[in-house]
């Protein structure tokens, strides 16, 4: 996933926050977004109910690669880019994976090669879920917000609401994708696989910039708390507690508005609903 958001970065246009690299969940699968290349359009589709990657293009070119356990990370890379030039598409890339502690580049890491069929769909499948509640609650606010998208560097599917004021510059050292991210004051939500520091899947909700009094402000449902991460306020709600919940749907919108009316009503924001 992260060579094909890095295809979408190199060939689509920018967008505010770095909307146009990531990723949109779908119904076979987990889809790049229309990818402008010269007279024509690109799509590269995660296929998980058939198991391929299907690169199309709107000249009617297809290829496809089988998705199975076993083919590495150097296959793929291999592989990708031989079929897009098959379909007339020219891309070069900084072919190395970013912020995954992997010092080399995507043509060496062979030692990657598992493919779990049964997970990947019911990550997929849990993706989907999440995304319609998602979108849910993205129509009770009628300010900025993101499209509802899989970013895959952290691969966490995430929603963000602004409140239309800059935030405070960052130093003039700060790395470029920091700057852009954090340009504005936001309100973010999202459901995290799991990382170095929440160790299993969570949904998750933070500030920027993290308003004072935030974590003393409830949130629903009682299974959620504040923890401090990264030395900032992360409500969370561990998808464990969510799974089990009598009203999966209704306690993750009430997670989603109980963190956001604590970080609008901490920060300030004109409009809460």
């Keep these: 996933m992260q060579i094909v958001g890095k295809i979408q970065l190199k060939l689509n246009p920018p967008r505010n926050h770095w909307w146009h690299v990531s990723l949109y969940p779908c119904a076979k699968g987990i889809s790049s977004q229309q990818i402008p290349c010269g007279d024509k359009t690109l799509e590269i589709l995660f296929n998980f109910i058939s198991h391929r990657l299907e690169i199309q293009t709107s000249a009617g070119e297809y290829e496809e690669i089988l998705l199975q356990d ?3 990370v150097a296959e793929f890379y291999h592989q990708l880019f031989n079929k897009l030039q098959k379909v007339d598409v020219r891309v070069r890339i900084l072919a190395k994976p970013f912020s995954m502690n992997i010092d080399k580049p995507f043509t060496h890491i062979t030692e990657h090669h598992s ?3 049964t997970h990947i769909e019911s990550f997929w499948k849990i993706l989907l879920w999440t995304s319609g509640i998602f979108k849910q609650f993205c129509s009770r606010f009628q300010g900025k917000t993101c499209p509802v998208q899989l970013y895959w560097h952290h691969m966490d599917l995430a929603l963000t609401r602004f409140s239309g004021r800059r935030a405070p510059e960052l130093p003039r050292n700060a790395h ?3 700057k852009e991210t954090y340009s504005h004051e936001f309100i973010s939500f999202g459901l995290l696989p799991g990382d170095e520091h929440v160790h299993a899947a969570a949904y998750y909700a933070y500030a920027y910039p993290s308003p004072k009094g935030i974590s003393h402000e409830p949130l629903q449902p009682p299974a959620a708390q504040w923890v401090v991460s990264n030395g900032t306020p ?3 709600l561990m998808y464990s ?3 089990t919940h009598p009203d999966p749907e209704g306690a993750l ?3 989603l508005e109980s963190s956001f009316q604590a970080g609008a009503k901490c920060a300030g924001w004109e409009q809460t609903s």
């Design 70 to 72: 076993g083919l590495s």
């Design 115 to 117: 493919y779990q069929k």
């Design 176 to 178: 470029k994708l920091s």
């Design 234 to 236: 992360l409500a969370l």
């Design 241 to 243: 507690d969510l799974r």
């Design 253 to 255: 919108l009430a997670f």
